[in-house]
T-cell receptor
Framework: NAGVTQTPKFQVLKTGQSMTLQCAQD?????MSWYRQDPGMGLRLIHY???????DQGEVPNGYNVSRSTTEDFPLRLLSAAPSQTSVYFC????????????????FGEGSRLTVL | DAKTTQPNSMESNEEEPVHLPCNHS???????IHWYRQLPSQGPEYVIH???SNVNNRMASLAIAEDRKSSTLILHRATLRDAAVYYC?????????????FGQGTTLQVKP
């Protein structure tokens, strides 16, 4: 198993550009989520999904869009990048406790470092 | 959203036990307590989780208070490789179980 795969690992954008951070998992996990981590700070939840076709907002959703058309993939879109979105982005996945009656552990990707100039 | 409170930082000496506390006074009956850690320049990794009883695994032990309003992650013999940020979160089985809030965590320094 590859686990949770994030691409790209590094990206530099100019203000106003758009891009998509990719996240894929091969563990058949229902739950997927995106976090951002600013330097010296903790993780903040952007968006999450408890299954294909279902998404919801986290703590800091503004400026980001997500969709979940398949179980495996959960892309994060920045429609018009801003310097405030410079951060490290982590994708995570797990079995859904609500659906399976277990409190599944989260598996994280290695992160995508985004710089917006 | 159920939240947790942790000290910002703690220090330990190498090869000594470390007790990392977490308060979660608004925990509900179906919330599990999860601990993760994040090594420098890496993504977070799972450490341990529990519901009511104390739990042990190869990485650590989790001690849960009887009223479940607090818990303690125990590293039995800290090593330099245990220097990381440790996060305590709650994950429920009912209702909105997707909004998993991590907070700032506790930065553990291990001194040789």
């Amino acid at each position: 198993n590859a686990g949770v795969t994030q691409t790209p690992k590094f990206q530099v954008l100019k203000t106003g550009q758009s891009m998509t951070l990719q996240c894929a998992q091969d563990m058949n996990h229902e739950y997927m989520s995106w976090y951002r981590q600013d330097p010296g700070m903790g993780l903040r939840l952007i968006h999450y999904s408890v299954g294909a076709g279902i998404t919801d907002q986290g703590e800091v959703p503004n400026g980001y869009n997500v969709s979940r058309s398949t179980t495996e993939d959960f892309p994060l879109r920045l429609l018009s990048a801003a310097p405030s979105q410079t951060s490290v982005y982590f994708c995570a996945s797990s079995y859904s406790g609500f659906r399976r009656g277990v409190s599944g552990e989260l598996f994280f990707g290695e992160g995508s470092r985004l710089t917006v100039l | 959203d159920a939240k947790t409170t942790q000290p910002n930082s703690m220090e330990s000496n190498e090869e000594e036990p470390v007790h990392l506390p977490c308060n979660h006074s608004t925990i509900s009956g179906t919330d599990y307590i999860h601990w993760y850690r994040q090594l420098p320049s890496q993504g977070p990794e799972y450490v341990i989780h529990g519901l009511t009883s104390n739990v042990n695994n190869r990485m650590a032990s989790l001690a849960i208070a009887e009223d479940r309003k607090s818990s303690t992650l125990i590293l039995h013999r800290a090593t330099l490789r245990d220097a990381a940020v440790y996060y305590c979160i709650l994950r429920g089985l009912s209702g909105n179980t997707g909004k998993l809030i991590f907070g700032q965590g506790t930065t553990l320094q291990v001194k040789p």
